[in-house]
């Protein structure tokens, strides 16, 4: 027979060990993604992907993204936004459009010994957006479109970026 001293000290117990919960392990942060359909064929960027907060002119913050891909070992493809920096600010989006006055771009870089060649090519008809999650990161949604000129700067074709995505892109603050 269990008297009510005893009765008393079980539920004590009860309720202290029922209130002790091992701590959550802290989750690991989810791996960037940056991948766009071209011209119909999905393409992933995973060489470099990154964002950069960095101070400009008269001590405002410009954010840069950029991923690569790695065409052979001496060419890459990247993709360069490059924007005020948001996130400094307590907007938690920004929307552009992208044409050829938007500060970034698409560049096709081969690099042999002794050379450096690089083809820029500007945004035109397409949309940007960004937005910084809870933890911190970057994710965002573009399309847009790239035209090709030969020597002449004739246009001779376009190149067509759509479904756009990069997720869980970290901000490196200088």
């Known amino acids: 027979m269990h008297t009510p001293k005893h009765l ?17 392990p802290t989750p690991t942060p989810a791996a960037p993604i940056f991948k766009a359909d071209v011209n119909g064929v999905e393409t992933t ?3 470099s992907m990154f964002a950069e907060s960095a101070i ?4 405002n913050f410009n954010l840069k993204i950029v991923a ?3 065409i052979r070992s001496d060419s890459s493809i990247f993709i360069v936004f490059n924007l005020p920096d948001f996130t400094k600010t ?3 989006f920004v929307t552009y459009s992208l044409g050829s006055n938007f500060n970034g771009g698409f560049v096709e870089e081969t690099k042999q010994t002794g050379s450096l060649h690089e083809a820029f090519n500007f945004f035109q008809d397409g949309s940007l957006r960004v ?9 965002g949604n573009f399309n847009f479109v790239y035209f090709l000129f030969d020597r002449y700067v004739n246009k001779i074709g376009e190149v067509h970026f ?5 997720e869980h892109l970290p901000i490196l603050r200088n």
């Not at 079980?10 to 959550?24: G, P, Q, V």
């Open 162 to 166: 759509t479904n756009g995505r990069f």
């Open 68 to 70: 690569e891909r790695k």
């Open 56 to 59: 400009a002119v008269g001590n």
């Open 45 to 47: 960027f995973t060489t």
């Open 8 to 24: 008393l000290n079980l539920l004590i117990a009860t309720a202290f060990l029922s209130s002790c919960t091992k701590e959550k």
């Open 131 to 139: 937005e910084v999650d809870a933890n911190g990161q970057l994710n």
């Open 90 to 92: 307590s907007a938690s």
